[in-house]
Nanobody
Framework: QVQLVESGGGLVQPGGSLTLSCAGS????????MGWYRQGPGKQRELVAT???????NYADSVKGRFTISRDNAKNMVYLQMSSLKPEDTAVYYC??????????WGQGTQVTVSS
């Protein structure tokens, strides 16, 4: 059983940078394909970045070239490096598995607010 805890969010100015962390617990974490989701105010949750157990990555068009997803399986961690942030990036960010019909239990997420 994997538990997920997101951290690293905060308030940043447009054009700024922020790195989010996802800490997983459980022995099976390293073989899971993982991703970052976000949910903005009044919006449905969307998938913004993915990374497979082998390290292959994909990004939504809205964040491509600005966000970088990575992982450290030895530490059971997944990261999201964000740069050139825009107000439309404002959302609660969550990590979870991808490419699977059944997701893990959602963590509480971490709030990212981009505002001047």
């Amino acid at each position: 059983q994997v538990q997920l805890v997101e951290s690293g969010g905060g308030l940043v100015q447009p054009g700024g940078s922020l790195t989010l962390s996802c800490a997983g617990s459980g022995t099976i974490f390293s073989i899971l394909d993982m991703g970052w989701y976000r949910q903005g105010p009044g919006k449905q949750r969307e998938l913004v970045a993915t990374i497979t157990s082998g390290g292959s990555t994909n990004y939504a068009d809205s964040v491509k070239g600005r966000f970088t997803i990575s992982r450290d399986n030895a530490k059971n961690m997944v990261y999201l490096q964000m740069s050139s942030l825009k107000p439309e990036d404002t959302a609660v960010y969550y990590c979870n598995r991808v490419y699977a019909r059944q997701l893990l239990y959602w963590g509480q997420g971490t709030q990212v607010t981009v505002s001047s």
